[in-house]
Nanobody, 125 residues
Framework: EVQLVESGGGSVQAGGSLRLSCAAS????????MGWFRQAPGKERGWVAV???????SVAERVKGRFTISTDNTKSTLYLQMNGLKPEDTAMYYC???????????????????WGQGTQVTVSS
């Protein structure tokens, strides 16, 4: 069992920055991939960034160059540094973890086993 708790969301103006954090429970040895997903009102949840075993990262094209995913040395905290925020980044952001290894981190939300409760990010123009 892996528990995930997000924090760091809030309201910012366009061009601003936020850093999201996701604290994972002590069973992180089970975790193969971690990722950030987001869901805007009326839209499907989609991937933002994923990280494999705390090292290899992949970032969605729409946020590439602006968002960075990382973990701390113990891989018990996941981060999403968001710079150059745009109104279209407004969404609920979720942290997710996958315990099954397939050699890469999938980007479909159905591939992830554990989810946090989400943290809201609102970007005003």
């Amino acid at each position: 069992e892996v528990q995930l708790v997000e924090s760091g969301g809030g309201s910012v103006q366009a061009g601003g920055s936020l850093r999201l954090s996701c604290a994972a429970s002590s069973d992180t040895i089970m975790v193969y991939c971690m990722g950030w997903f987001r869901q805007a009102p009326g839209k499907e949840r989609g991937w933002v960034a994923v990280i494999l075993s705390g090292r290899l990262t992949s970032v969605a094209e729409r946020v590439k160059g602006r968002f960075t995913i990382s973990t701390d040395n113990t891989k018990s905290t996941l981060y999403l540094q968001m710079n150059g925020l745009k109104p279209e980044d407004t969404a609920m952001y979720y942290c997710a973890a996958r315990t099954r290894g397939v050699g890469y981190c999938p980007t479909g939300d159905y591939e992830y086993d554990y989810w946090g409760q989400g943290t809201q990010v609102t970007v005003s123009s």
